[in-house]
């Protein structure tokens, strides 16, 4: 079974438009970490912002903010005013506690999301 | 700055051969990971590490092992490299603990011909 489901391939959005990328999990760990990362085309990995499974607010980190509801399981990606170097490719992942080894680090499938003029 | 470097940008191997991916960190970083990622498939997760010495399988480890005999060096192994194995290979590498982010090296694209 997919730990983590990214079910859009691709995104358009408008500059100065605000996006949500999906994202929905799957664990049985009470404790766990969710992530969300930028791939430009240069092909680099860039960390954007991080939401812990106890956290009482949703994460928030300059135009991104997580959108975090632990009932349905689901870590959706929110960029404000989208701006032409948004365009990437984003990646959701999860970080579970598995006891006394290294805490395992699952992606998703990603989405490709195109800033438009 | 964090610092992990792949060996090399790309490769060219032949089917068959036995194939050495290196990646070092410079943080000390217990957590070391290796991923390919393909096209639509995004990252999968192959081998990571915990510690010296110490590995664990993750989700598509058939066709490659993994050695981890220093802790700021992780390297991926294939013993017999086959065409389906051509991917963009990115290596990883975290402190413990579920809240700390993975640095990411710059990633070796491996063809096998």
């Known amino acids: 079974a997919q730990k983590i489901t990214q079910t859009q391939p691709g995104m358009f959005v408008q500059e100065k438009e605000a996006v949500t990328l999906d994202c929905t999990y799957d664990?049985?760990?009470?404790?766990?970490?969710l992530f969300w990362y930028k791939q430009p085309s240069s092909g680099e990995m860039i960390f954007l912002i991080y939401?812990?499974?106890?956290?009482?607010q949703n994460a928030t980190e300059g135009r991104y903010s997580l959108n975090f509801q632990k009932a349905r399981k689901s870590a959706n990606l929110v960029i404000s005013a989208s701006q032409l170097g948004d365009s990437a490719m984003y990646f959701c992942?999860?970080?579970?506690?598995?006891?006394?080894?290294?805490?395992?680090?699952?992606f998703g499938t990603g989405t490709r999301l195109q800033v438009t003029l | 700055d964090v610092k992990v470097t792949q060996s090399s940008r790309y490769l060219v191997k032949r089917t068959g051969e036995k194939v050495f991916l290196e990646c070092v960190q410079d943080?000390?970083?217990?957590?070391m990971f290796w991923y390919r990622q393909d096209p639509g498939l995004g990252l999968r997760l192959i081998y990571f590490?915990?510690?010296?010495?110490?590995?664990e399988k993750g989700d598509i480890p058939e066709g490659y092992s993994v050695s981890r005999e220093k802790k700021e060096r992780f390297s991926l192994i294939l013993e017999s490299a086959s065409t389906n194995q051509t991917s963009m290979y990115l290596c990883?590498?975290?402190?413990?603990?579920?809240?700390?982010?993975?640095?990411f090296g710059q990633g070796t694209r491996l063809t096998v011909v």
């Open positions: 990883a590498s975290s402190y413990r603990g579920r809240s700390t982010e993975a640095f």
């Open positions: 943080m000390d970083h217990e957590n």
């Open positions: 939401q812990g499974s106890y956290d009482q």
């Open positions: 664990t049985s760990d009470p404790s766990y970490g």
């Open positions: 992942a999860m970080r579970e506690t598995n006891t006394g080894t290294a805490s395992k680090l699952t």
């Open positions: 590490s915990y510690d010296v010495k110490m590995k």
